[in-house]
């Protein structure tokens, strides 16, 4: 079954710390992995997007990896800040790209 | 989000009535998805288009809901007969010919009372 699982479901960090959010899938065939912040009432924005040859990508503060051996993916956010806060949701689409499965998100908090 | 425009953005309805929902993707998107977003639930894909075509429409319920994206205008996704379940933030999201990146509008809220 195409499933795609986020970890962990909530996370509280200070402000200026980095953290690591992760993604786990099991969809077949695999064509690309983005991952979006979605503010609270508003549309998610995307911050990468990752194919098969790709094991890393950087957008900012924002690093993202893929391990499509293990099915794996992580978004590392360096030197946290407040407007960080909001829900990271990962996306896998499969099938030559236009089947999308969404994880259900992790829901960061910094805090002052 | 800059360039999906979505509205309204808010929308009330009586249960029984109907719920249009309009997206106009980003200028050159020939290619439009609609998600929908229980509240603290993840986005569920509805239904995948291109200009007059249903391409993939497996993730909409079979009955009430039907969604268009004619030659010239915005994208439509209509809700007949609307019940209390049917409250959700429904989002719209554009992509171009070849690209894999979905730029995703600002979202309708739809409330049934």
């Known amino acids: 079954k195409n499933q795609v699982e986020q970890s962990p479901q909530s996370l509280i960090i200070l402000e200026g710390k980095n953290c690591t959010l992760q993604c786990n899938y099991t969809v077949s065939p695999f064509s690309n992995l983005r991952w979006y912040k979605q503010d609270t009432g508003r549309g998610p924005v995307s911050l990468t997007i990752m194919t098969f040859s790709e094991n890393t990508k950087s957008n900012g503060r924002y690093t993202a990896t893929l391990d499509a051996d293990t099915k794996q993916s992580s978004l590392h956010i360096t030197a946290s800040q407040l407007s960080d806060s909001a829900s990271y949701i990962c996306v896998v689409s499969y099938t030559g790209g236009f089947k999308t499965i969404f994880g259900a998100g992790t829901r960061l908090f910094v805090k002052a | ?113």
């Open chain 2, 1 to 113: 989000n800059a360039g999906v425009m979505q509205n309204p953005r808010h929308l009330v309805r009586r249960r029984g009535q109907e719920a249009r929902l309009r997206c106009s993707p980003m200028k050159g998107h020939s290619h439009v998805y609609w998600y929908r977003q229980l509240p603290e639930e993840g986005l569920k894909f509805m239904v995948y288009l291109q200009k007059e075509n249903i391409i993939d429409e497996s993730g909409m319920p079979k009955e009430r809901f039907s969604a268009e994206f004619p030659k010239e205008g915005p994208s439509i996704l209509r809700i007949q007969q609307v019940v209390r379940g049917d409250s959700a933030a429904y989002f719209c999201a554009s992509q171009g010919q070849g690209s894999y990146e979905q730029y995703f509008g600002p979202g309708t809220r739809l409330t049934v009372t």
